[in-house]
């Protein structure tokens, strides 16, 4: 949940993603090797479903790239034996009418990308680089109409190539998303260009300075 996402999960909408989606996700698990994807104030052209199913994005890695993460969790427990990294995508309009209004637009869709990290490759001697396999993807789509409620949805893809249905309402990315989300219920406080607009557009939620608040240390 975008893992973000795209929290962007849990997460990357997760961060969260990052999704982040991002959608609130840790991606504690190692999942099984996908195959990349085959190619809307609302966002970018739209996309598309088989009935209630999302099917994925195909082009999102041309998509605005918004940030990446690297072994995050919204968890303490089950922390995985290998590296990941968790990238967010948004949909082009999108991001344009975040630059303007420093909050998402309906019909905004963002994607959380998961990759392994691999050290040893190439001319590599230290440091980690993404690995080609795409181990995760999640998508954070907000339309009102679709959905209902404050527009957002998120979906699991555990093969790119199938429709996935929403993440039942009851799921804890979207809870996380709604108490800790810093911007529309979405992880922007991981995105380094987007916090800072949101910032200057006034656009931050209760909960999230809530959450700044309480992180700042006592004064002397």
């Known amino acids: 949940m975008l893992k973000i996402l795209f929290a962007l999960a849990a997460a990357v909408l997760v961060a969260s993603l990052p999704v982040a989606a991002s959608h609130a996700t840790s991606y504690d698990d ?3 090797p996908m195959r990349p994807p085959a190619p809307t104030e609302t966002a ?9 199913k999302l099917r994925a994005p195909p082009d999102y890695r041309e998509w605005i790239y918004v940030t990446t993460g690297m072994d995050m969790s919204y968890s303490r427990v089950n922390l995985p034996g290998h590296h ?26 963002m994607v959380l990308e ?37 527009g957002w949805g998120f979906f699991t893809f555990e093969d790119s190539d199938r429709p996935a249905a929403m993440i039942s ?5 979207y809870s996380c998303h709604k108490a800790h989300g810093a911007v529309d219920t979405t992880f922007v406080q991981f995105y380094p260009t987007m916090l800072p607009l949101a910032k200057a557009k006034g656009t931050l939620s209760a909960s999230y300075l809530q959450d700044v608040a309480q992180d700042k240390p006592a004064a002397p």
């Open 84 to 109: 990941m990294f968790d990238s967010v995508f948004v949909d082009p309009v999108a991001w344009q009418a975040f630059k303007r209004t420093g909050t998402w637009p309906d019909k905004t869709a």
């Open 169 to 173: 309402r009851d799921s804890d990315c």
């Open 30 to 32: 190692r999942a099984a």
């Open 114 to 150: 998961a990759r392994g990290a691999d050290t040893k490759g190439s001319i590599n001697k230290r440091g980690y680089f993404q690995d080609a396999e795409l181990m995760g993807l999640e998508v954070h789509v907000k339309d009102v109409a679709r959905f209902g409620g404050d």
């Open 44 to 52: 970018s052209a739209p996309l598309a479903y088989d009935g209630d």
